[in-house]
């Protein structure tokens, strides 16, 4: 009966905490949602001046190009958290990973955002290039620098042939996928059905600059918003696990309550009976 | 009046600005230079530098410090950049802090010094000259 007492008293006090995770995370969600809304809405101007000079252009340079150079090694960035119970967030991340790599013949080169997927890497021997500890709610973008610049380095300086971003996008509240997307090579198509500018557009300093710049550009701007995604997406994997943790200790307490009160009443029972026979035996 | 020109300024975070401009000037890699509406259709790298805004119908510039990216001239004028403040907005204390970081790893640099960590401390001195110069109302003070 002692025992049963304490293990209620045990699993309210978790459910306390893990009620007031829950309400903490469900506004962080709010904050890092609103962040996100406002990130990719205006990330079509850098695909779209590509995409003009790449039509209108003959010369446009190969280096970022699809199929410029075989692709032997692959460079990788790993999305996670770096904090826990949130679920099965992070071992998706890692589980998509890990099959991404199986794929390849050549050992991978990781950038690893988030404290879980770099731990995880670094314990099984991955060759890890670069890391981002901080939390992801208010980075900015001049810090994800500190993870686009490794990757752009290594794939100038021909250590990688392919980048490829690992990292969870956001469906809704209650769902969120994995996705791995190509960073580069840059995947685009000459479509003749395309018309050409109306007017000569005038670059500088010359449209193979502006396409050189605006590559890696892309790829920094593919690595912020996915970082800024993947911490809303965190915070709603976060509410989600801390709602049902708070609901599997309501269920527990509740069964724990009805055996207690069964032990206490049988207790009862007893005693009276015990009473009530010695009362007959006086008699 | 001139005529005026939709502008939009964008940096990967936000919208920074979107207005009816009569001219904008931009640090681009070959210098400062003027846009107003009907200017031919260009697509330039910007520096770290000044954007001087004229609103449709106001007298002065409004300021901002942007660093980097590319201005896109078209029907209307798109300006991406890193990132992009209003006066206001701007910490000077901190942009003195920051360049006076600079200047000393500078001067400790020597030549074995990795030429890239170099050419990054001198950015972040222009971009810190840069923020100063706008928190006191521009480079230059008048037009």
Known sequence: MQDIKRRMKSVGSIKHITNAMKLVSAAKLKKAKNAFEKTGKYFHYVTDVIEEIFHNTDDVPLKY???????????????????????????????????????????????????????????????????????????????????????????????????????????????????????LPFEIRRDPERPSLKKQMEYEPSAKDVFNYLVPKYVEIMIYSAIVESAVCEHAARRIAMESATDNANSMISSLNLSYNRIRQSAITGEIMEIVSGAGALK | MAKSVVLE????????????????????????????????????????????????????????AVSGG???????????????????????????????RAMEWLKSATGETDKNDVLRAKIAISKSLTRMNVANGGMRKKH
């Not at chain 1, 119970?85 to 950038?111: Q, T, Y």
């Not at chain 1, 980048?163 to 809704?172: C, E, P």
């Open chain 1, 65 to 183: 190009l699809e199929g410029n150079r075989e692709i032997k090694s692959t460079g990788y960035v790993v999305v996670t958290s770096c904090r826990g119970l949130c679920g099965g967030f992070n071992s998706n991340v890692i589980r998509e990973a890990e099959r991404e790599i199986a794929e390849d013949p050549e050992r991978p080169k990781i950038i690893a955002v988030g404290g879980k997927g770099k731990d995880y890497f670094k314990k099984r021997g991955y060759d890890i290039r670069g890391e981002y500890m901080l939390p992801p709610e208010n980075i900015s973008f001049l810090e994800t620098r500190a993870v686009s610049g490794p990757l752009i380095g290594m794939y100038d300086a021909g250590e990688i042939d392919e980048a490829v971003l690992i990292y969870t996008s956001f469906v809704n509240s209650f769902e969120q996928r994995v996705k791995s997307l190509r960073l």
């Open chain 2, 70 to 100: 590319f201005i896109c001239v078209k029907e209307s004028i798109i300006i991406f950049t890193d990132a992009a403040e209003w006066p206001a907005e701007i910490d000077v204390g901190r942009a003195m802090n920051e360049k006076g």
């Open chain 2, 9 to 64: 300024i964008v940096t990967p975070s936000k919208l920074f600005y979107m207005g009816e401009a009569e001219m904008v000037i931009v640090r681009t890699l070959t210098g400062d230079e003027g846009f107003m509406a009907n200017h031919s259709w260009a697509c330039k790298l910007l520096d770290t530098g000044e954007l001087w805004i004229r609103e449709a119908g106001a007298k002065d510039f409004r300021i901002a």
